[in-house]
Nanobody
Framework: QVQLVESGGGLVQAGGSLRLSCAAS????????MGWFRQAPGKEREFVAA????????YYADSVKGRFTISRDNAKNTVYLQMNSLKPEDTAIYYC??????????????????WGQGTQVTVSS
């Protein structure tokens, strides 16, 4: 079974940094896209960032561009989200997800097949 497990969330003050990890297992992820999404209480889940497993192409939501960096370690089957200059509005549960291919619709939640359990990120003001 394909499994994604997030870690690295926590409480941080505004302006601080966190690095989230997503440990992937169950298959080789070559040819897949790995994505990060987040969901705040009472809000819909929204796209944050994505990376192509093979080449490392990246795509970011405008709200995090320049502050967050997505990366992956192929040998470790792990995807990272480095979050810098955090703001209170970044507070949410962050989820790792995967889908086949690198094509249009990277921000579409319904295009992702497998999801992790989420890790809480809280940014205090």
């Amino acid at each position: 079974q394909v499994q994604l497990v997030e870690s690295g969330g926590g409480l941080v003050q505004a302006g601080g940094s966190l690095r989230l990890s997503c440990a992937a297992s169950g298959r080789t992820f070559s040819g897949y896209t790995m994505g990060w999404f987040r969901q705040a209480p009472g809000k819909e889940r929204e796209f944050v960032a994505a990376i192509s497993w093979n080449v490392g192409y990246t795509y970011y939501a405008d709200s995090v561009k320049g502050r967050f960096t997505i990366s992956r370690d192929n040998a470790k089957n792990t995807v990272y989200l480095q979050m810098n200059s955090l703001k209170p509005e970044d507070t949410a549960i962050y989820y790792c997800a995967t889908r086949l291919g690198w094509r249009s619709g990277l921000v579409n939640i319904k295009d992702y097949d497998t999801w992790g359990q989420g890790t809480q990120v809280t940014v205090s003001s």
